[in-house]
């Protein structure tokens, strides 16, 4: 009987050597994988140059859509910490908004990336208000909210000359 112990004992550790081995093996897969997408994405930014700012009639509307719901949920935001209106309500908006603006179509690379940053923007405040709404916890919501603007603003900011000599005026989106 104390062969069969030990005998178990051993198979055990055999068995948890094999498993701890496909999890080294796993991660240094991911490391591999991760490495390599990470460096196609370095050496394709580093070959493609500088970002070519286009300003067509789809990034005007882009512009125009995004700053007509920026201003609203501005309004609504306004409206509800003034007692005039419910939270579900900024939130049914903002939710409109995301689709409005996504529904978007800009050619100029920074206006897609500030297009996607402002969908995920409107939707992180949705998400806050529908949270407020049942009481909630909407902090993390509104502090993703505010660091995708932020993301935004960035990519604006850099934008702006180029798209301004082009004839796209993104101050309104500052």
Request: glycine share 10%.
């Amino acid at each position: 009987m104390g062969e069969m112990g030990a005998s178990s004992g051993s198979d055990d550790g055999g068995v948890l050597r094999r498993i701890a081995l496909y999890g080294l093996g796993l991660l240094l897969a991911a490391m591999l994988a991760l490495s390599y997408v990470t460096t196609s994405r370095a050496n394709r930014a580093k070959a493609s140059g500088p970002v070519s700012h286009t300003c067509s009639v789809t990034d005007h509307a882009f512009i125009e859509t995004a700053k007509t719901n920026m201003a609203a949920i501005d309004l609504w935001g306004q409206q509800y910490l003034d007692g005039d209106a419910e939270p579900t309500d900024v939130a049914d908006e903002a939710g409109r908004a995301a689709k409005i603006v996504g529904a978007t179509k800009p050619t100029d690379p920074s206006l897609t990336q500030t297009r996607k940053l402002l969908v995920g923007m409107f939707t992180e405040y949705r998400r806050a208000m529908e949270a407020e709404a049942k009481k909630g916890d909407a902090g993390d919501h509104i502090f993703h909210a505010y660091g995708l603007a932020n993301f935004a603003h960035d990519v604006l900011v850099q934008a702006e000359p180029a798209l301004g000599r082009r004839g796209c005026d993104v101050a309104a989106l500052l």
